[in-house]
């Protein structure tokens, strides 16, 4: 377990300082691929991508055989 938060930490390290040290330029890239991903998953998820199989079926053993169906066919 030591060992694991050590590793952790090292890479926690790694790129904390890999910010810290970036240019303003990597800064504000970084910031705009963070917004577009705060768009492509939160956003869009909601408008575009709803639980089609929460709506249509109660349990999970018709979601699957609708998934299996589907994947079948």
Do not use: H
Not at 3 to 16: A, E, G, T
Request: aromatic share 20%; charged share 30%.
């Amino acid at each position: 377990m030591k060992r694991i938060l050590s590793l952790l930490n090292r890479v926690f390290l790694f790129y904390y300082e890999g910010f810290r040290s970036m240019s303003q330029w990597g800064r504000r890239v970084w910031l705009i691929i963070l917004i577009k991903l705060f768009i492509m998953f939160a956003i869009l998820k909601i408008f575009f991508f709803t639980d089609f199989l929460d709506k249509k079926y109660d349990s999970d053993k018709e979601k699957s055989e609708y998934v299996r169906e589907q994947l079948i066919n």
